[in-house]
């Protein structure tokens, strides 16, 4: 036990809910660096030895001017979501965790290993926080590079199974998020036919992702995000129009958004040969017709970073 940071001098009353005790450390600098240390090694000792250190970035903890801070949090302020506006950037934070940036391929872009090796990038951005532009850090390349965010969510279903609801995690809290507020509609993704591993399965997933996107999906090119619920200067089918314009180029056709899913949907279910086929259930939820599932064509195999996170869920 970290006997400083647990030591009760340190921390005062800030207030108190219903069941909880809110305290806060008087040495806030202290606390931050101690929660970035532990978010750094759960990352690098507990999901970077399970998962695989080629999915897992290494990760240092930085120093963090209050000048820099403040610039940042006025810069990035019309580019955040409105609902998130409530949550406002502390100017006190003294340290951050500074990773590579993963919207590149390793190679195309130089920028991620410069600031993560050398110093001197630091110290630029300490001495001018307005002129510095970590894109023109970027080595140049011919081509785009594209990157996809999903975040997949609990993909397993909760016991009992024989339940008659027979629903997911994730779409049982879709109804009562739309009940409250968060989303104007249900989404049509469900996890477990992402983790299923069966093709026609994660197809009907990144339709529903492509069509409701939320937070669970966002689309960028070069770093800069083309598609994503959160895009308020423009509707869901302006910015599905605009990433089929930028998509056509690269995949000829009716649907260049549909080819770029058929692409994804091979890799995820591109499976190791240490993995066996298996089955999971349909959540009662999905968009996935289950009339006409059958044993044969509800099993099949996730890639293995999917069959690994699956496996983590499992065992949390």
Request: glycine share 4%; charged share 25%; net charge positive.
């Amino acid at each position: 036990m970290d006997t400083e940071l647990f030591c009760s001098s340190r921390w005062k009353y800030r207030g108190e809910g219903h069941s909880s005790l809110v305290l806060f450390h008087t040495e806030e600098g202290k606390a931050r660096e101690e929660i970035m240390e532990y978010q750094r090694d759960f990352m690098q000792k507990i999901m970077r030895p399970l998962v695989g250190e080629r999915y897992v970035p290494r990760q240092r903890i930085v120093s963090l001017p209050r000048d820099f801070v403040e610039k940042m949090s006025e810069r990035t302020e019309k580019e955040r979501p409105r609902n998130r506006l409530v949550k406002v950037i502390n100017s006190d934070a003294c340290v951050g965790l500074l990773m590579p940036d993963v919207c590149f391929l390793p190679g195309l872009s130089s920028k991620a290993s410069d600031i993560i090796a050398d110093d001197r990038v630091i110290r630029q951005i300490r001495m001018d926080v307005d002129e510095t532009n970590l894109m023109e850090l970027d080595a140049p390349h011919p081509y785009p590079t594209f990157c996809i965010e999903i975040k997949p969510k609990c993909g397993f279903l909760p016991p009992p199974y024989d339940s008659p609801l027979r629903s997911c995690k994730f779409c049982l809290f879709q109804r009562l998020k739309v009940k409250r507020g968060k989303w104007k509609r249900v989404s049509e993704y469900c996890p477990l036919d992402l983790f299923s591993g069966n093709t026609c399965r994660v197809q009907t997933a990144l339709r529903g992702l492509l069509s409701t996107p939320q937070n669970n999906l966002r689309v960028f090119q070069d770093g800069k995000c083309l598609f994503a619920e959160d895009i308020e200067s423009s509707s869901p089918l302006e910015q599905l129009d605009k990433l089929k314009s930028v998509l056509r180029p690269f995949f000829p056709g009716e649907d260049p958004t549909g080819s770029l899913m058929t692409i994804l949907s091979r890799i995820l279910t591109e499976s190791s040969s240490s993995l066996s086929t298996h089955s999971t259930p349909i959540c009662k939820q999905s968009a996935y017709n289950s009339s006409e599932n059958t044993a044969a064509n509800n099993t099949g195999s996730p890639c293995s970073l999917l069959r690994k996170l699956l496996d983590i869920q499992h065992a949390a």
